[in-house]
């Protein structure tokens, strides 16, 4: 079985006054129930399960009545790091999940399409992630003021949502990172850390990611141009 984990446990700290942006409103819906409704629709998903704030649980469960989702899903709480809130969903799988996708819920523009192409790529490699190479040019800096070096854009992705695996790698992965008392900032980088190979899957399309209150005029403006597209998916 395909399981799906949505981390939804944020504390949404850079939205600023807009408060908790995964019930914001965005073209006419809140921003969770895309990305939400997409797992829920998926065919080749068998099961999902949110990772939410404690306290907080009620309004999940009101949303799913709202909008009639229908697959089975359990809530389970969030961790101190995002690392933690992702193995909190982990030990919440069923059994007899082999495949899972992990899915910000701040990210609502995910395809169907993209979805299933990194689940196949997981299940090939045992790890991928949606990602796309940078065509910004890309300086570092030593100390935030001046540019230190210059570095190969051609080489750069920027890594995005979902990020699927096998079960068991993703498990190793984290419990390793765990055990070593580190820290990291996405699920890919847990398989870094044990060595193992992350197929990047090339995403055809925008699929931005809600961090700042300026991201959401963007991301309304693609979920209202895909309501009215023939071809969504």
Same mark, same amino acid.
């Given at each position: 079985?395909?399981? @799906? ?7 949404? @700290? ?18 969770? @129930? ?61 059994? @007899? ?51 230190? #070096?210059?570095?190969?854009?051609? #080489? ?18 984290? #419990? ?58």
């Amino acid at each position: 079985m395909t399981s @799906a984990i949505i981390v939804a446990a944020g504390a949404s @700290a850079r939205m600023g006054a807009q408060g908790d942006k995964l019930f914001l409103p965005v073209a006419g819906r809140p921003l969770l @129930a895309y990305a939400w409704q997409r797992l829920d629709s998926a065919p080749f998903i068998g099961e999902i399960i949110l990772v939410v704030r404690e306290g907080r649980q009620s309004a999940f469960a009101d949303l799913a009545a709202t909008c009639g989702f229908t697959k089975p899903f359990r809530l389970v709480p969030g961790g101190r790091q995002r690392q933690d809130s992702v193995w909190n969903g982990l030990e919440a799988l069923s059994p @007899a999940a082999e495949i899972v996708a992990i899915q910000d819920a701040a990210r609502p523009c995910a395809s169907l399409a993209l979805i299933e192409a990194t689940i196949q790529a997981a299940r090939q490699n045992g790890a991928a992630v949606a990602a796309q190479p940078v065509s910004d040019t890309i300086k570092w800096s030593d100390d935030g003021v001046s540019i230190s #070096r210059h570095l190969e854009r051609a #080489r750069l992705w920027a890594v995005q949502t979902p990020q699927t695996f096998r079960v068991e790698i993703i498990r190793r992965a984290l #419990r390793a990172v765990r055990e070593a008392g580190a820290q990291v900032t996405d699920d890919t980088a847990a398989c870094e850390w044990i060595g193992q190979a992350v197929k990047l899957v090339n995403v055809p399309g925008p699929n931005p990611k809600v961090t700042v209150p300026g991201d959401v005029p963007y991301v309304e403006m693609l979920l209202r141009a895909e309501s009215h597209s023939p071809f969504q998916s």
